[in-house]
Every structure is written in structure tokens, then in C-alpha cells.
């Protein structure tokens, strides 16, 4: 089995060969598949996706204009429970970026614990700039053509980059005028027709409570957040409820970014609860971060523009990537290393490039006091997890109160670890004293949940 091999006479997709050969690679590297023969052949017949929709989205902008974008859904795998994974709306959206999420989707999904299956979709189409009207008449027509190859029990999607709040209700609305019935079809909806207590908090909780157990297990419960200086990047949900977690824990927030460049601590005070709920109030109005800059204390913060915040923040104890993928080259996963961090987990799908995984990894067996990295599919599984929870409580009818929800998400947040732990240390080929490599044990705990299931569903034999 080989990448060359699986990929031949397939189009160039670098961000989904990325994941399928990180996945692969870790998988070679344990004794999986000493102790499971039978289930290296599994994993070419994993990476294929079930089914790949595309389609053209027909709609009319204020002017009158005629326009036209590409729609997607990605059914990757369904072994497991209806396909879920979230709705994208970005220019660089295309079905390489759409593959790299189902693929990872699929393993994410699994260490939850819930029954879900893998997919993502999306559309080329880029809301800045657009009125509320365009955005509303673009989901109607993406959901008039997505409406006939999803449902509760087939397909649940979500929001995603760009798809948030309202885009969710104007496809929601959408959905139920073509099929005539209220259904949980989509995830993320609001409050009062749906939707579920602490969705929007929950990815950026969920990576917070995972992190919360790698510094119990690494100190062996001497040492918690308090205290800690804590990188973030991103200024979306994710990255706003992760640094709002990490103060409410005790840690300091060193930086927060965006696409046009970072903000970051200049002394040992970090942002406030105050100034992140700034920052997310200009994120719903769809302004650049350093738009701000005038409203923050003056000489607390530097703006580093066109640069991220890995470089730059000094020493650091944790580092939570949560913007995008393939935010942490090795370079500056080096200088985190240098900076002293001790614990990195992805907010963000797929936020460290593969040279930043090895910097790490190697950093990690040199000894129990090295870095430990935690993978997106593994410590940013919250936000799918309370997906699964709100399609619970629509299947019942019920609304669960918000401590409910929290005290389920960390529930499953460290089972969710406990799990790659356990796993990691069960089919490792390491000799050495290190922490266990939580990459291993989250894509091989996954993958091993997902090839049975399969296998039990005659997909192979």
C-alpha cells in the first residue's frame, strides 16, 4: 500500500492527500496492522468516499444580476450513523479542501462516541461584502438543489467557515418549505426553533477540556490552566469561546488573528472577557481584526500585520491553533518549542502542517517533559459532539439545559482522550519514555472503530 499507488490517475488534491497521508503514515507506524492484518487493505477503501455531489447555484444579487457559484457535499462515510460534518462558504473552497475535512470528518466523528457518520460540503461562494438579501437568496438556492440528497436520518449538515447563525436559518427555512416537514436536518440551529444550549461555545470549549486533561496526565494531576500563558490564533467562534475557557480556568491569552495579522500581548496581561466580546461583536459586523486596535488599552497589545502569533508571543505554555488549516509550519512549530510550549491541540481541522507534526513528535519522545500535540479530529471534536447532541434532543422533542449540555461535552471530551491514551499506548512501537502520541491514538482508535463497523456492514470481508 502506498500513496502513489492510491492516487494514481486521480486529480491533484494536495490538501486531501495531506490528511489521507498523515493518517497512513501514523497507522504504518504502530502495530496495528502486526496485531490486525486484515485491516491494512481496509484503509484504500476508506479514503474513497461513498458518494461526491456537485452542483451549480443559480441566484440573483441586489443589482439583478445574474450569478453563479459551485455547491458540494462530500458523503464520505456512513458506516457509523447519517453523514455529518458542516457547510463551508469561502473562495477556496473546492473538493480537494472538501475531501481533506470528510476524510477527517469521518474519524472525528467516531471518537465522539456518537453515532455519526463523515461528510462536509460547501460552496466556492464568498459572503463578504454581500447584503443580507444576496446571502439569503444564495442559501435558498443552495438548499433548493442540496434539499434532494440530505435528511435527518441520511445527512445532517452544519455550519462551517462563513455559515453561521443566520446562514443556518435561511437554509433551515429553506429545507422545510421544500419537504413540507420540520425536521433535525441541520445542526447549529437557533434557540428557539431547535437548536442547542452551548453549540456555538462548544468546539472551543471541547479543545480547552482536552488540553485540560493532557496537563493533568503529563503532571500527573499537579498542575492545571491556572497560571498558564496560552497562544491563540483565529478570532472566530472557536478561537473567542477557547481563550473566554482558558481565562475562566485560570490561564492567560496571549494573541488572537485573523487572515490580515495577529494581535499580540506585549506583558504578562493577557485579553479580557470584555475585550474578546469586542472582538466578536466586529466579527459579526465582518470587519478585520485590527479595526480595534484604537478601542484597546493603548501599548497592551502589538499588531503583527500578515503574520501569525507563533513567532511572536514569547514564552508560551500552550499554543491552540484555531483559524484554519495548515497554520503551523515546522518553522514555527520550532520556535513554540523554543518558546517553551509544552502542550499544542488543534481548534482548527488540520492547523499543523506534517513538518510541524514531526518537529513535535520528535520533540515528545525525547521525554515525558517534551511538547504533546493533540490532533484536530481528537481535541476539537466538541463542536461535532454537541451536533450529535442537539440531533438527540430533536429526535426527542427536548431541550436540555446548558449545564447538561457542558457536563455531557466534557464527558465526552475526556473519553475523547482517554481513548487516544489508552489506544496510543496499546499499538505503540516506540522504546522510548515519552508521553503516548496522541496523534496515533486518536487516527488509529478512530479508524479501527470505523473498519469494524464497516466490516460488520459487509462493505468488505
Not at 460552496?123 to 438543489?145: L, N, V, W
Not at 445542526?187 to 444550549?197: C, I
Not at 473567542?240 to 495579522?261: M, N, P, R
Not at 485579553?271 to 459579526?284: P, R, V
Amino acid at each position: 500500500m502506498s500513496m502513489s499507488s492510491t492516487f494514481d490517475n486521480q486529480p491533484y488534491e494536495p490538501e486531501f492527500e495531506q490528511a489521507y497521508g498523515e493518517l497512513l503514515s501514523t497507522l504504518k507506524d504502530s502495530t496495528l496492522f502486526e496485531k490486525h492484518p486484515e485491516l491494512e487493505r481496509v484503509v484504500d477503501v476508506v479514503c474513497i468516499p461513498e458518494r461526491v455531489i456537485q452542483f451549480r447555484v443559480v441566484w440573483e444579487d441586489d443589482n439583478g444580476n445574474l450569478q453563479v457559484n459551485r455547491g458540494y457535499r462530500v458523503q464520505f462515510n456512513s458506516a457509523l450513523g447519517p453523514y455529518k460534518g458542516g457547510l463551508r462558504f469561502h473562495p477556496t473552497v473546492n473538493l480537494s479542501v472538501l475531501k481533506f475535512l470528510g476524510y477527517e470528518q469521518i474519524f472525528k466523528n467516531a471518537l465522539t462516541g456518537l453515532n455519526m457518520g463523515g461528510g462536509k460540503g460547501g460552496s466556492d461562494f464568498d459572503p463578504k461584502g454581500r447584503s443580507d438579501s444576496e446571502i439569503r437568496r444564495f442559501c435558498c438556492a443552495f438548499m433548493t438543489e442540496l434539499s434532494r440528497h440530505i435528511g435527518p436520518d441520511t445527512d445532517v449538515p452544519a455550519g462551517d467557515i462563513n455559515v453561521g447563525g443566520r446562514e443556518i436559518g435561511y437554509l433551515f427555512g429553506q429545507y422545510k418549505r421544500i419537504i413540507n416537514a420540520f425536521q433535525g436536518v441541520l445542526t447549529g440551529k437557533g434557540l428557539n426553533w431547535g437548536g442547542s444550549l452551548i453549540r456555538p461555545e462548544a468546539t472551543g470549549y471541547g479543545v480547552v477540556y482536552y488540553v485540560e486533561k493532557m496537563i493533568e496526565y503529563a503532571t500527573q494531576g499537579k498542575e492545571n490552566f491556572t497560571g498558564k500563558r496560552v497562544a491563540v490564533s483565529g478570532s472566530g467562534n472557536v478561537a473567542q469561546f477557547a481563550a473566554l475557557k482558558v481565562i475562566e480556568l485560570g490561564g492567560t491569552v496571549l494573541s488572537l488573528s485573523d487572515s490580515k495579522g495577529s494581535f499580540v500581548a506585549t506583558g504578562t496581561e493577557g485579553f479580557t472577557a470584555e475585550e474578546i466580546d469586542l472582538i466578536a461583536k466586529i466579527k459579526l459586523e465582518r470587519k478585520e481584526l485590527s479595526s480595534i486596535e484604537s478601542k484597546l488599552p493603548s501599548g497592551k497589545y502589538k499588531f503583527i500585520p500578515g503574520d501569525r502569533p507563533w513567532k511572536h508571543v514569547g514564552k508560551v505554555d500552550v499554543a491552540l491553533p484555531s483559524a484554519t488549516q495548515n497554520e503551523v509550519s515546522g518553522e514555527e512549530a520550532s520556535a513554540l518549542v523554543a518558546n517553551g510550549c509544552k502542550y499544542i491541540a488543534e481548534g482548527s481541522n488540520m492547523g499543523c502542517t506534517l513538518e510541524a507534526i514531526q518537529v513535535f513528535e520528535e520533540e515528545r519522545q525525547k521525554s515525558s517533559t517534551g511538547i504533546w500535540y493533540g490532533p484536530g479530529k481528537a481535541a476539537n471534536c466538541g463542536g461535532v459532539a454537541v451536533s450529535g447532541l442537539e440531533m438527540a434532543q430533536n429526535s426527542q422533542r427536548t431541550s436540555w439545559t446548558k449545564e447538561e449540555v457542558d457536563a455531557r461535552l466534557k464527558d465526552i471530551m475526556v473519553t475523547c482522550f482517554n481513548n487516544c491514551v489508552n489506544t496510543a499506548s496499546e499499538y505503540s512501537s516506540e522504546k522510548n519514555s515519552g508521553l503516548p502520541s496522541l496523534v496515533k491514538g486518536a487516527n488509529i482508535a478512530g479508524f479501527v472503530k470505523v473498519a469494524h463497523a464497516m466490516r460488520d456492514n459487509g462493505d468488505f470481508f
